[in-house]
């Protein structure tokens, strides 16, 4: 079976300080990788999506960028986080053989900013 | 772009049927899922519509009507569990793979 998996789960980052999350999902090749994130008592904001190694699209400009080093591995950075990147962050994964199939979430990574 | 709509909050009761309403405007369309989220926690996957009708799963179903741009979750009998946030989320087009999610509905279970 597949499982995805991000860490750290959570962690306190100064301002301009840098990010660096986690995720890897195993029992499966070739995934469609997700970063989302949703602000406390919000929607989820779709980030970045991969479709395969080293192709990655952003959806929201900002100091936030995301690389797909390995086939299962999708990495969210940033070199100086801001107050306002205190979220909840959310890796997820899809099969790539379908456009349609089901988006699944990882624990979820809450980072605040002080 | 896509716009989705659903209430922020509902409060029934235990072992009662609740209904949790979801209507979408979208240039293109290829599916529309619900997913769970309890607080705190990363949302689960509950249902997956691409044609009309109801899809029945357990305790829960939802149904799509694609002309109307409308879906809903309907959830039977009630547990104090089911107490969560419940997400809509719509995926446009062919060849897009990422959803767009609406705010969710918090619903609350009470005894």
């Not at chain 1, 299962?72 to 100086?80: A, C, D, G, P, Y």
């Not at chain 1, 099969?95 to 979820?108: A, D, K, L, V």
Request: proline share 4%.
């Amino acid at each position: 079976s597949q499982t995805i998996h991000q860490w750290p789960a959570t962690l306190v980052q100064p301002v301009g300080s840098p990010l660096s999350l986690e995720c890897t999902v195993e029992g499966t090749s070739n995934p469609n990788l997700y970063w989302y994130r949703q602000a406390a008592g919000r929607g989820l904001q779709l980030l970045f999506y991969s479709v395969g190694i080293g192709q990655i699209s952003s959806e929201v400009p900002q100091n936030l960028s995301a690389s797909r080093p390995q086939d299962r591995q999708f990495i969210l950075s940033s070199k100086k986080l801001l107050l306002s990147d205190s979220s909840f962050y959310l890796c997820a994964w899809s099969e790539g053989s379908h456009s349609g199939n089901t988006i699944y979430f990882g624990e979820g990574s809450w980072l605040t900013v002080v | 772009g896509q716009n989705i709509d659903q209430p922020t909050e509902m409060t029934a009761t235990e072992g009662a049927i609740v209904q949790i309403n979801c209507t979408y405007q979208t240039s293109g369309f290829n599916g529309l899922f619900w997913y769970q989220q309890h607080a705190g926690e990363a949302p689960t996957f509950l249902s997956y519509n691409v044609l009309d009708g109801l899809e029945e799963k357990g305790r829960f179903s939802s149904f799509l009507s694609r002309s109307k741009g409308y879906s809903y979750l309907l959830l039977k009998e009630l547990q104090m569990k089911d107490s969560a946030s419940y997400l809509c989320a719509v995926r446009e087009g062919t060849g897009r793979r990422a959803l767009t999610f609406g705010s969710g509905t918090r619903l609350q279970v009470q005894p």
